[in-house]
């Protein structure tokens, strides 16, 4: 599964990509150590994003630390490689933050499952952008801090079974985060990242808490750009993250993830030689876009990555990392992630 073709460096053309690099540790300060030591699946993550090398790439499961001093090593040990992102951004995610509460039921308090997040410290598995265009930090917003039962829409707080009242007063929507992030590119024109990491729909029970919630962290963005959570993104701009979800397959309920979808103010690309640019319902269940492998039979490869563009910016192309297995690459993208990177071009706008 060759899927789409990379392109040298251009100055017209932007390469945007989300990747789940799950390069996650069982501890703070872990990642940096195994980053520092040249770990295996670190230098394969490396290896991925210096071959396909994004102009822009958000990624997902990568600890946080207050300095980004984790981050910037991820950094330099890429830039040695000869791919230079100027830029790094990351905020503290919801991820092991503690709510107070004994929010799974088990009674205790303080424990993974309590956390606004899921996550065995603060920290961990949170997201963060290595960029080649200085970020607009003045005019990023953070919408991780949004309660669930406040995000317009939203289906899992109307249901005291899913949600019971003691956790609505403290329970934030966003599993890892929702940020929006405004860039500067070399035109002197905006480009907004619309990114998140939500929760897998699954590992609950009957009430399908994960389930509702994962829904709702997709409805958080058609809330925003109904212009129902303050101003909707001015100009260009890009949705992008771990949906944790296929809309065609596997668990979870797809509706509103299809609406983002089908929505006319976004362009769903499909890879470079797998046909022409198109809208999803119009190639349903395509496992040319699979972008995680996961076990078989279940939940196999799935679609759960995602990188949209605004309908206003023209696509030149678009791929999944995922080479055949004789690929001389192979090896490094089986060793990165059980998900594939996924990338979009657009014409600068």
Do not use: C
């Not at 065609?248 to 690309?269: V, Y």
């Not at 198109?278 to 490869?301: I, K, Q, S």
Request: no cysteine; charged share 25%; hydrophobic share 45%.
């Amino acid at each position: 599964m060759i899927l789409g073709a990379y392109h040298p460096a251009r100055a017209d053309v932007l390469r945007i990509a989300t990747f789940n690099t799950e390069l996650s540790r069982k501890g703070p300060g872990l990642l940096l150590r195994d980053i520092l030591r040249g770990d295996p699946q670190v230098m394969a993550v490396v290896k991925v994003l210096s071959h396909v090398a994004p102009d822009v790439v958000v990624i997902q499961g990568f600890d946080y630390d207050r300095g980004l001093v984790a981050l910037s090593a991820l950094r330099d040990a890429i830039a040695r490689k000869g791919l230079g992102f100027a830029h790094v951004f990351a905020l503290r995610p919801n991820a092991g933050l503690q709510s107070g509460l004994d929010l799974d039921g088990d009674g205790r308090r303080g424990r993974a499952r309590d956390a606004q997040g899921y996550g065995e410290f603060s920290g961990q598995g949170g997201m963060a952008i290595l960029s080649r265009f200085p970020i607009d930090v003045e005019n990023v917003r953070d919408l991780s801090m949004l309660l669930w039962r406040d995000v317009p829409g939203a289906r899992g707080p109307g249901d005291r079974v899913v949600l019971p009242l003691d956790a609505a007063r403290v329970q934030r929507l966003s599993s890892v985060g929702h940020w929006v992030v405004p860039l500067r590119l070399p035109n002197e024109t905006r480009l907004t990242l619309l990114t998140f990491h939500a929760t897998p729909p699954v590992f609950d029970g009957p009430e399908d808490r994960n389930g509702f919630r994962n829904a709702d962290e997709a409805r958080l963005w058609s809330a925003l750009l109904d212009g129902k959570l303050g101003a909707s993104p001015k100009g260009a701009f890009v949705l992008l993250g771990d949906a944790n979800l296929d809309v065609h397959d596997g668990a979870g309920q797809p509706a509103a993830l299809t609406s983002i979808l089908n929505d006319p103010r976004l362009r769903d690309p499909v890879p470079k030689g797998r046909g022409d640019l198109m809208a999803n319902a119009e190639h349903r269940g395509d496992p040319a876009l699979d972008t995680v492998d996961w076990p078989d039979p279940a939940p196999g490869n799935l679609r759960v990555d995602y990188v949209l563009p605004s309908a206003d910016l023209a696509v030149t192309g678009a791929g999944v990392m995922w080479p055949a297995p004789d690929d001389p690459l192979a090896t490094a993208v089986q060793t990165a992630s059980r998900h594939r990177l996924v990338w979009v071009d657009v014409a600068l706008p």
